[in-house]
C-alpha cells in the first residue's frame, strides 16, 4: 500500500524574475484608468468584492486625470503634494548617503513609493492617528512636521526628540498623528484597531489608520486586526502597501494563494480593494473614501496599495542578489513624481522648467536643514543626548533605586 502512495511534496513560490533574467510583467493585470467605479462609501462590503481583484487608477497614460475617483484636489493641492514627493525623494538621497558616510548607523528609503504616504496624509483630519511602518514618512513631511526634527532623530544628537531611543528613521509625533515605530513586525496593525476602538467608545471623532508591509502580513497580528476591526466595526482604514518585496522575500510568499492581499478582506466581511500606489489623485481619492466610511460609522476598510519598492529594503540590503536590476524600470505603473508632475503638465499647470527649478529648491532647502542637523551632532561626533535620559520618562515619579543609580552615575 504504502509502495503506491506518491509522496507528499510542498509549493514554494518563486519569483518571476530572478537576477539577470530579463524582468517580465505580462502576468500583471492593470485595467485601464478610470475603469473601477466608485461605489458609495456605505457600501456593503458584499457588493464590492471585485475591488478587490482590480485596481482604482485615475490618471491614464497620456497624464489625463478620468474616472469617478478623478477630480476631488485643486491645481494648488496637487503642486502641493508634487513638492510633498520630491521633498521626500530629496530627503531620502541626502539621508541615504549620510548613512554611507557614517553619520547614522542605518536608513530606509521611500523611492518609488512617495505617494502612497504623501497622498493618504492629505486625507486625513488633525487628531486622526496613523500607526505607521518604517516607510510612512510622508505621513510627516506631507503634514507639516519639521524636517530638523526628523534628521536630529536620525542623527541621535542631543536634540534628538526621542533622546536616543528609537532607531534611526522610527519617528514619533502624537501631534501629527504618527505613533511611535515599532521595530517588531505587524505590532501597530492591531494597535490602530484598539486606537479606533478607543476612540468610538469615547464619543469622540477621530479615526485611526493602520500600516502594514505585504511580508508582515504573515504575522499574527495582523489577523487579529482583521478580526476585532471586522467583529466592532472599528473606525479604521488598514492599509497593506504591497511593493512586491518583503525583504529578500518576493510577495507570492506572504500572500498565499489567495491571489491578492486585498482579498484577504472579505473572509473578515471587511471592505477591501487595491489601488494604484503610483497614482497620486488614486491614493487620495481612495483614502478620503475610506477615511469618510469610517468617520461616518460604516466601518473598517482594507486598502492593499500596489507599488514597488524601487530601492533596497535598508542600507543593511543589496537587492541585486536576489531580484534584477532592471526590475525596477519595468515596473508598469512607473513613477509616482513623474506621472503626477506629467499630468500637471497636461493641464497647463506645470512645465519642465519649473520642475527643474523646484527641484533646485528643494536640494537648496534640504542641504540647509542638514547642515544645521549636523551643526548639532552626528553619530560620528558632535552633542549626543546625554545618559541622563535613560532614567527620564519612564516612571512618572522616579523610583528610589533609579534616583540611586543616577546619582551614583553622576547624572
Not at 525596477?328 to 493641464?347: F, N, S, T, Y
Request: charged share 20%.
Amino acid at each position: 500500500m504504502g509502495s503506491d502512495t506518491a509522496p507528499l511534496s510542498l509549493n514554494v513560490p518563486e519569483p518571476g524574475c530572478r537576477p539577470g533574467d530579463t524582468p517580465d510583467f505580462s502576468d500583471f493585470e492593470i485595467p485601464r484608468a478610470g475603469e473601477v467605479g466608485r461605489p458609495d462609501v456605505d457600501t456593503d462590503p458584499d457588493a464590492i468584492r471585485d475591488m478587490a481583484f482590480s485596481i482604482v487608477r485615475v490618471l491614464n497614460k497620456e497624464g489625463e486625470a478620468v474616472g469617478d475617483w478623478a477630480g476631488a484636489l485643486s491645481v494648488d493641492e496637487l503642486r502641493d503634494g508634487l513638492r510633498h514627493m520630491m521633498t521626500l525623494r530629496t530627503f531620502d538621497a541626502r539621508m541615504q548617503i549620510a548613512q554611507r558616510q557614517g553619520k547614522t548607523s542605518f536608513y530606509m528609503q521611500h523611492l518609488g513609493e512617495e505617494a502612497v504616504s504623501c497622498a493618504f496624509a492629505r486625507a486625513l483630519q488633525p487628531g486622526d492617528m496613523n500607526f505607521p511602518t518604517y516607510r510612512q514618512a510622508g505621513l510627516l513631511i506631507a503634514s507639516g512636521y519639521p524636517m530638523l526634527t526628523m534628521m536630529n532623530q536620525i542623527y541621535s544628537n542631543a536634540e534628538d526628540p526621542l533622546a536616543g531611543r528609537q532607531l534611526p528613521i522610527m519617528y514619533s509625533s502624537k501631534e501629527h498623528g504618527f505613533f511611535s515605530i515599532s521595530g517588531n513586525l505587524g505590532t501597530q496593525f492591531v494597535q490602530s484597531v484598539g486606537w479606533a476602538m478607543g476612540s468610538a467608545i469615547s464619543g469622540d471623532t477621530k479615526i485611526s489608520t493602520g500600516w502594514i508591509g505585504d511580508g508582515s502580513t504573515a504575522e499574527n497580528d495582523f489577523h487579529a486586526a482583521m478580526v476585532f476591526a471586522s467583529t466592532y466595526k472599528a473606525p479604521v482604514v488598514l492599509n497593506i502597501v504591497n511593493n512586491q518585496w518583503a525583504i529578500s522575500t518576493f510577495q507570492g510568499i506572504a500572500r498565499g494563494g489567495v491571489g491578492t492581499f486585498a482579498a484577504r478582506g472579505h473572509g473578515f466581511g471587511i471592505a477591501s480593494l487595491r489601488v494604484d500606489g503610483n497614482d497620486y489623485l488614486a491614493v487620495h481619492a481612495v483614502a478620503k473614501w475610506a477615511a469618510e466610511r469610517a468617520r461616518l460609522g460604516h466601518g473598517p476598510t482594507l486598502i492593499e496599495h500596489v507599488t514597488y519598492r524601487a530601492g533596497g529594503h535598508s542600507t543593511s540590503d543589496d537587492p541585486s542578489a536576489y531580484r534584477s536590476k532592471s526590475e525596477a524600470a519595468a515596473w508598469p505603473l512607473g513613477d509616482p513624481i513623474e506621472r503626477l508632475k506629467q499630468h500637471l503638465i497636461k493641464i497647463g499647470e506645470w512645465s519642465e522648467d519649473r520642475h527643474a527649478q523646484a527641484e533646485a529648491e528643494i536640494l537648496d532647502s534640504v542641504i540647509s536643514v542638514q547642515k544645521e542637523a549636523e551643526a548639532v551632532g552626528t553619530l560620528a561626533g558632535g552633542k549626543a543626548p546625554s545618559p541622563r535620559d535613560m532614567f527620564e520618562g519612564v516612571y512618572e515619579t522616579m523610583p528610589a533605586h533609579l534616583i540611586r543609580q543616577r546619582q551614583e552615575a553622576g547624572f
